[in-house]
C-alpha cells in the first residue's frame, strides 16, 4: 500500500460498488489510492465511543465545547477507470468521525450551482448497520436578498440542501456531475458540467438540549440559566410571554384579537400591525424550546416594513424522523445554515413538522416583520414557512397542512392580509424576475413562485389551495 489515504475511495462506475478494506484512521491524504467501497459486516472496524461534542472543522476540534458540532470534510477524485465522456465524480468515506444526524454539500462559489447527482450512506450508531444510497437535494435555492449585508458577508457559501440521516458515526459520500447537454447540430456531447470548486461534506451534531432548558412540555422554569444570548431571542417575545418561555401558548380568536389591538412598546419595534383581520394563535414552540443554541447566530435582529405575503418550503431533509425528533432537526437545521451556509440564522421565520407542531425559526420575534433567507429575491416584506420533510412525491400530512394553515392565517392577519387574496412584492433579484420588478403573487405562494426551484415539492405546492381556504376560514372570511 502506498501513501496515507483516510477518506478516498474507488468504484469503477457510479453504480456498481465493490467490498472495502479499512482505511487508515487519522491520517490525511497523501497519494490516491485502490480502496473499495461497501463494509462487510465481519470486517468493519470497531466504532469509537462519541467524544465530547465540540466545534469541528477538517476532522481537527477547535475551541471550546458548545452543543453540537460541524464537521467539515472536504472531497477528493474517486479514481476508476476512464471512459471516453465520463462524467467526474468526487467523494468521501470516513469511518473515523464523530457522531452527527444531519449531512450536506457546501462548496466556495454561493453564485455557482451543482449540476449533478449527490448520493450518502450512513452508518447507525446504534446498531453499526449501513442505510442504503439516499439521493441528496442539490436544488436549494434558499438565500438572503442580493445586495443585503447577509448576501454580501464573504461568508456564505453554496449548498446541497440538509439531509437528516440520523445518529450515525461512519458516512460514505458520491458526487457526480450532470452530463452537459446535446450540442446544437443535435450530436451527443461528450462534454460534462464541471463541479463547483472547494466541495466539502458537512456533519451536523445537532447537539442535545441541557436538563436545565427541558422541553416545551415539561414545567416552566422561566428565565433560568439564560445567557444574554438567549436572553435576547427570548425578549423579542416579550409582549406575548415570559422571558425563558419555551412555547407560546394559543389563543382563542377573540383574546388573540384583543392581543393585537392592545398598546405596544417600544419592544415591538419592526411590527407595522395596521387594520390587522385576527385569526386564532396557534401554539408556538419558542428558540428557547427547541434548543437553538442562541451563540451561533449574529446578534441583533433585522426587519422589513411588514409581511404581505407567506413562502410555503419544504426542508428538503428527508421524512424519516419522529416529531419528538423535530427539535433536532431544527437544530441541525439552524447550524447548517450559520456554520456552514453562512447565513446570519436560520432561514426560515417558521418550521412545521409533520405531526403540525409549530416551531418560531429567525429570531426577532414571532409577531414582528422579521427578515428571512428563505426566498432568494423577495425576503422582504415576507415570511417564510418550512415543512420538515420532503414532499416531491411523499403527500404532506394533513396535521402539517393544518398547522401551515393555522400559522399563515395568524400572522398574516396580524397585518391584514387576506390568505386567499393577491399582493405586489418588489423583486431583489433572482432568476424568474429581475431585481426591481413589481411581482403579483399569491398571498400565499410557494417558493417556486418567486425563484425558479421545485420548492416546495409538488406534493405539498399543490396543497397550497388548502392552506389559503383554511387559513381565511380560521379569519372569518
Same mark, same amino acid.
Given at each position: ?44 472496524? *470497531?466504532?469509537? =465511543?462519541? /467524544?465530547?461534542?465540540?466545534?469541528? &472543522?477538517? $476532522? #481537527?476540534?477547535? +475551541?471550546?465545547?458548545? @452543543? ?72 436549494? *435555492?434558499?438565500? =438572503?436578498? /442580493?445586495?443585503?449585508?447577509?448576501? &454580501?458577508? $464573504? #461568508?456564505?457559501? +453554496?449548498?446541497?440542501? @440538509? ?72 425578549? *423579542? ?241
Amino acid at each position: 500500500m502506498r501513501g496515507f489515504l483516510c477518506f478516498s475511495s474507488q468504484f469503477s462506475r457510479f453504480s456498481r460498488i465493490s467490498p472495502i478494506g479499512a482505511p487508515t484512521v487519522g491520517l490525511t491524504c497523501a497519494a490516491v489510492l485502490s480502496l473499495p467501497l461497501a463494509v462487510p459486516a465481519a470486517a468493519a472496524p *470497531a466504532r469509537p =465511543a462519541p /467524544p465530547v461534542a465540540g466545534s469541528m &472543522t477538517g $476532522g #481537527r476540534t477547535s +475551541g471550546p465545547a458548545v @452543543p453540537g458540532s460541524t464537521q467539515s470534510l472536504p472531497l477528493v477524485p474517486l479514481t476508476r477507470e476512464r471512459v471516453l465522456g465520463s462524467a467526474p465524480e468526487q467523494g468521501v468515506h470516513r469511518q473515523d468521525v464523530r457522531h452527527f444526524s444531519l449531512v450536506g454539500v457546501v462548496w466556495d462559489n454561493p453564485g455557482t450551482e451543482l449540476h449533478g447527482q449527490v448520493q450518502v450512506r450512513t452508518r447507525a450508531a446504534a446498531t453499526g448497520t449501513w442505510s442504503g444510497w439516499q439521493d441528496v437535494d442539490t436544488h436549494n *435555492a434558499h438565500g =438572503a436578498d /442580493p445586495d443585503t449585508a447577509e448576501s &454580501t458577508s $464573504g #461568508r456564505v457559501h +453554496g449548498a446541497t440542501a @440538509p439531509l437528516w440521516v440520523g445518529d450515525s458515526d461512519a458516512v460514505e459520500l458520491r458526487v457526480r456531475a450532470d452530463a452537459a447537454p446535446a450540442t446544437g447540430d443535435g450530436r451527443t456531447s461528450t462534454a460534462v458540467s464541471p463541479l463547483p470548486s472547494g466541495l466539502r461534506l458537512e456533519l451536523i451534531d445537532p447537539g442535545a438540549v441541557s436538563p436545565a432548558q427541558g422541553s416545551p412540555g415539561d414545567p416552566d422554569r422561566t428565565g433560568v440559566g439564560l445567557d444574554d444570548a438567549e436572553a435576547g431571542a427570548s425578549a *423579542a417575545n416579550a409582549d406575548l410571554v415570559p422571558l425563558g418561555a419555551r412555547e407560546i401558548p394559543a389563543l382563542s380568536k377573540e383574546d388573540a384579537e384583543r392581543e393585537a389591538l392592545a398598546p405596544r412598546g417600544p419592544e415591538s419595534a419592526g411590527t407595522q400591525l395596521a387594520k390587522p383581520h385576527t385569526a386564532p394563535r396557534p401554539r408556538i414552540v419558542t428558540r428557547h424550546g427547541w434548543g437553538a443554541d442562541e451563540k451561533l447566530r449574529e446578534r441583533g435582529f433585522v426587519y422589513t416594513k411588514t409581511v404581505k405575503a407567506a413562502f410555503v418550503h419544504h426542508t428538503a431533509s428527508g421524512n424519516n424522523y419522529k416529531c419528538s425528533q423535530a427539535p433536532s432537526v431544527i437544530r441541525g437545521i439552524y447550524r447548517y445554515h450559520v456554520k456552514s451556509m453562512g447565513w446570519r440564522d436560520i432561514g426560515y421565520n417558521f418550521l412545521v413538522d409533520k405531526c403540525g407542531n409549530i416551531y418560531e425559526g429567525r429570531a426577532g420575534g414571532v409577531t414582528k416583520a422579521v427578515r428571512g433567507a428563505h426566498t432568494l429575491g423577495f425576503n422582504s416584506d415576507s415570511m417564510g414557512v418550512a415543512v420538515i420533510g420532503t414532499f416531491n412525491s411523499a403527500k404532506p400530512p394533513a396535521a402539517a397542512v393544518t398547522g401551515a394553515a393555522k400559522l399563515t392565517a395568524w400572522k398574516l392577519g396580524l397585518f391584514g392580509a387576506n390568505p386567499k387574496g393577491k399582493t405586489y412584492l418588489k423583486s431583489g433579484g433572482g432568476n424568474l424576475y429581475p431585481k426591481g420588478k413589481n411581482v403579483r403573487l399569491n398571498v400565499i405562494s410557494g417558493h417556486r413562485d418567486g425563484y425558479s426551484t421545485d420548492c416546495p415539492g409538488k406534493q405539498l405546492y399543490s396543497k397550497l389551495g388548502t392552506v389559503r381556504a383554511a387559513a381565511a376560514r380560521y379569519q372569518g372570511r
